[in-house]
């Protein structure tokens, strides 16, 4: 497609042009900088690569395309809202992005200023008219798993048609009872939206092609537990950010189109970092797109992210829902229950996130945690605390970093990273 | 042998040359281009090794050569060197504040560094002192000589600003105004020296360390005896040539066998 076909397009969804120019201008350079530059990258992530050089333009178009054909497009911001209703209605799910900082100023015009970025930039994109994909959606589907975000739906839902999941704070027998009947609620809500009825074998077929990009991302961290290590962190991290937005069955082409080959590299004992780089596992907040600054700053010190625990990692696709098949309404279950099984910060108590942390850290032979907090993401800032406690029990070291989009403090980041890996190489 | 230690910090540039001992020391204003001064620092030196620290080690490294360190642990080597059984360094410099803890042998077990603002930082206590209409060199003079007690509550440096300011404009003197400001920073030191679990001897080094009314009150708060080096701004720059010295690869170094692995 070329660019004027792409204009035309932004034209006709009502994007800002000239805020847009801004944005997709900046892009280039800073994907040049910090992915391009990388030395002997997987061939398999030119695909990846394609998708970011043309980020709102070819898969806008398809989403258009279906949305012409009648299909409903679907915009969601979290791992908590289940793709498989969607797609078993026929729908198409979109995860928004809403990591990046051009956004932020434009949504501080109404937010206040002290909300964490994610919520800034997820909201400034709407309000600026400069996403593409949200301006094609049919409906934004929010959560209640912060109290910002929440209460940001309220006031985007006066530009935007928005449904709220309700996600519970607790997984008492209560709110697992809360949650079924969200998820049932949603199924409602998404069947009256496409004017299509999910059937117990329409929501099976749904469950096995997510379980599929489940298990595609699940190989692909798998490939990072060896060592040396055959793809970068900033790598996989955009894998699993591409993942939220593009097509489902061709992600999982891609995906395992690129395991191949990690998995020849690993046997071949072929790394892109040396084998005493440090390893390093990062946990908390999410990281959108397009977000790289704290995998960038780690590798570009010299060493490698080897596993995300958080929302753009595995708390995204860990766990599958059982494909037992059944009803309509045991499938439903099923699927509630999975995802109730999340560890977000915003559960309490949210012991069972620890005991994923140290897992996690013995599976990809970490040599340090780095706990990654968006700031003003107080649920996350507070469970940091028992966070550094429980790996101070078990002796491995933690680095907390509170940080935005902006780049005022990649030196501070830089020399506590320096200053880390320092103390974790002596 | 020669060898230098250069630390490029936000408000000055510090240069050690170490031969046995401590050879020369040299300390400039940062500026607006620091990638020259420090060309200008090295033009006429002969040297067998330079190691760089602080904020523009990169960017003076990538230009000039020379190995990296943060200076984290620049100051924990420089602290070390000066008082063998140092094990906590504070180091408030222009732009942030840190501590660090250390092992008898001098490793780093733990730091703590302010986040991105200029709060706890000498930068407060410079915009803080022109507020006040005194140099940075009588500012402590200046707290020391109060004779009431008022608070300030922000550590914003801008939010501080404006309290100083509602604070002039009710009549207060500047005295109780510059001791309530040294007050709030002494706090904010001492809240993160507590976080990490300060040990016996706690040295106290970059340029804030030369203000005595700081230095006192950090040393009352934590009820803690505190050393303050005769030359507190030179312990990075002399931790870096000290670095130099020893010839040791900090940065991306290849010691396979001695690195530890949290999990092997």
Known sequence: MTTTDNRQMWEELGIDLKKHDMLMNALPPIYKEIYLSQKSRPKGMGFFDFVVGDIHGIRVQELRQHAKNGTIVVATYCVFVPDEIILAAEAIPVGLCAGAQFSVPIAEEVLPRNTCALIKSSFGFKLGRICPYVQTSHLIVGETTCDGKKKMFEILSESHPVYVMEVPNKKTQLSRELWRGEVKSFKDVIEKKTGNKITADKLAKATKLVNDRRRALQRLYKARQSNPVPISGKDALLVTQVSFYDDVSRCIQQVNALCDELEKRIADGKGVFPSNAPRILISGSPMAIPNWKLHHILETAGAVVVCEESCTGTRMFSDLVPETGGTLEEQIKAIADRYIQIHCACFTPNEERLDDILRLAREYKVDGIVHYNLQFCHTYANEAVKVERALAKEGIPLLRVETDYSDEDAGQLRTRIDAFLEMIRR | ?264
């Open chain 2, 1 to 264: 042998m020669i060898s230098l230690g250069l630390d490029v910090g936000s408000r000055t540039i510090v240069l050690v040359a170490m031969d046995e001992g401590i050879a020369d020391s040299v300390i400039l204003e940062t500026g607006v281009n620091p990638l020259r001064r420090c060309q200008e620092l090295l033009a006429e030196r002969s040297y067998q090794k330079l190691v760089i620290t602080g904020y523009g080690r990169h960017l003076v490294s990538s230009a000039l050569g020379g190995e990296t360190v943060s200076e984290i642990r620049s100051y924990a080597v420089g602290a070390k060197y000066l008082y063998p059984d140092c094990c906590t360094v504070i180091d408030v410099g222009g732009q942030d504040c840190k501590v660090t803890l250390l092992s008898a042998e001098g490793e780093m077990l733990k730091f703590e560094m302010n986040d991105r603002c200029a709060a706890g930082s000498g930068k407060f206590l410079e915009v803080m002192s022109k507020t006040l209409e005194v140099d940075i060199g009588g500012f402590s003079d200046l707290a020391l000589g109060a004779s009431r007690v008022v608070h300030i509550n922000s550590l914003c440096t801008v939010f501080a600003e404006s309290e100083v300011v509602s604070l002039i404009s009710r009549g207060v003197e500047s005295s109780a105004i510059a001791m309530a400001l040294h007050e709030a920073i002494a706090a904010r030191i001492t809240s993160m020296v507590r976080r990490i679990g300060a040990r016996d001897r706690v040295v106290f080094a970059g340029g804030a360390a030369l203000n005595k009314c700081l230095c006192r009150l950090v040393s009352e708060k934590l009820d803690i005896e505190i050393t303050v080096p005769p030359e507190p701004q030179i312990v990075g720059a002399l931790g870096a040539a000290l670095i130099a010295k020893a010839g040791a690869h900090f940065q991306n170094a290849v010691i396979e066998e001695t690195k530890p692995r949290a999990f092997k």
